[in-house]
T-cell receptor, first 113, second 115 residues
Framework: AQSVSQHNHHVILSEAASLELGCNYS??????LFWYVQYPGQHLQLLLK??????LVKGIKGFEAEFIKSKFSFNLRKPSVQWSDTAEYFC???????????FGKGTKLSVKP | GAGVSQSPSNKVTEKGKDVELRCDPI?????LYWYRQSLGQGLEFLIY????????KSGLPSDRFSAERTGGSVSTLTIQRTQQEDSAVYLC?????????????FGPGTRLLVL
């Protein structure tokens, strides 16, 4: 069965620090990979996605993620975080012809001003 | 354009009562999904509709849960004889069918509290 692991439950950073959130998945075939963000009091929004092609994907608000197939990883990065990035971040995957997403448990990011 | 909408935004019910939650997907999206978000369990898939195909019900936690999609658009998730462990935020998402466009867009959710 597919699964997604997010290594960090809660990350606390100061503004301007660099961010990397880990995501590993288990699935042997072709996968689609996503990062979603949930700001406080808001609904899930898509940050970025990978279907095929260039494994380095750029998303909104300066976020990027790199798909490393050999490591089954899709880590999220941002060079310099802002207080407004405080949110919960979810990595998700679906594979092959599967419709639904499998989500990681989420990483809560707190950015101190 | 309009996103996925859900109603009600909040629902408080008593244990044993039935509840209905509604989802209006994005116009033109043929796929519709229900998920549940609860503390400790994260985001769990419940059920998936794609066009006129039989729904994928593999995520439904018990036979108290059911969903239908009328006219290929609006969907209703029904929970019968609610239990306290059903308390969660119920999320709906929709997507297009075509490869490369199957990103799921989520609604704001219905927060269900079973007393």
């Amino acid at each position: 069965a597919q699964s997604v692991s997010q290594h960090n439950h809660h990350v606390i950073l100061s503004e301007a620090a660099s961010l990397e959130l880990g995501c590993n998945y288990s699935y042997g075939g072709t996968v689609n990979l996503f990062w979603y963000v949930q700001y406080p009091g808001q609904h899930l929004q898509l940050l970025l996605k990978y279907f095929s092609g260039d494994p380095l994907v750029k998303g909104i608000k300066g976020f990027e993620a790199e798909f490393i197939k050999s490591k089954f990883s899709f880590n999220l990065r941002k060079p310099s975080v802002q207080w407004s990035d405080t949110a919960e971040y979810f990595c998700a995957v679906n594979g092959g012809s599967q419709g639904n997403l499998i989500f990681g448990k989420g990483t809560k990011l707190s950015v101190k001003p | 354009g309009a996103g996925v909408s859900q109603s009600p935004s909040n629902k408080v019910t008593e244990k044993g009562k039935d509840v209905e939650l509604r989802c209006d997907p994005i116009s033109g999206h043929t796929a519709l999904y229900w998920y549940r978000q609860s503390l400790g369990q994260g985001l769990e898939f419940l059920i998936y509709f794609q066009g006129n195909s039989a729904p994928d019900k593999s995520g439904l936690p018990s036979d108290r849960f059911s969903a239908e999609r009328t006219g290929g658009s609006v969907s209703t998730l029904t929970i019968q004889r609610t239990q306290q462990e059903d308390s969660a935020v119920y999320l709906c998402a929709s997507s297009r069918r075509e490869w490369g466009l199957k990103t799921q867009y989520f609604g704001p959710g219905t927060r269900l509290l079973v007393l």
